[in-house]
């Protein structure tokens, strides 16, 4: 049986990080400029409370999924909340354990700094991370509005 085990990003990942979060952005029908891929990386290496963080999943030592999370502020608590921001996994995988154990990941590590609240969304048409979702989290009920 396969082991998916779950640490952060290293310098040493930039080619498979950016394999996975390319993949994360197609699946969404994004595409970024270059200098938002070249900011986001450096930034998961800055210092600073409120910069973004990563893990990387690894099935029998293989990257193959990804998480972003970063800690704002809010005027309902204390403590920071934790906005798990990027969740992927590769397509042949799903299924297997990964989307669950990064999610437990970045719990894991907000609870290191006593967050409690870890929140994410997806899209309405995303059913098969909606099943994961549904399982490991409970639905809030909000829906999400942008000003563009």
């Known amino acids: 049986m396969s082991t998916v085990t779950v640490r952060p990003l290293q310098q040493s990942d930039h080619a498979e990080w950016r394999r996975l979060w390319t993949a994360y952005l197609t699946f969404y029908e994004t595409r970024l400029p270059e200098e938002v891929y070249a900011s986001t990386w450096q930034r998961l290496f800055t210092d600073g409370e409120f910069e973004p963080r ?13 998480v972003h999370y970063l800690y704002h502020r809010s005027c309902w608590s204390l403590v920071n909340n934790c906005y798990l921001q990027d969740l992927f996994a590769d397509s042949h995988i799903r ?30 048409t995303n059913a098969t991370a909606r099943r994961l979702y549904d399982h490991v989290a409970r639905r809030t009920g909000f829906i999400e509005y942008d000003l563009l």
């Open 95 to 124: 299924g297997k354990g990964v989307g669950a154990a990064l999610i437990a990941a970045v719990k894991d590590e907000a609870a290191k700094i006593g967050v409690k609240n870890v929140y994410w969304m997806t899209h309405e």
């Open 54 to 66: 990563g893990f990387l999943a690894l099935l029998d030592g293989k990257p193959v999924g990804l």
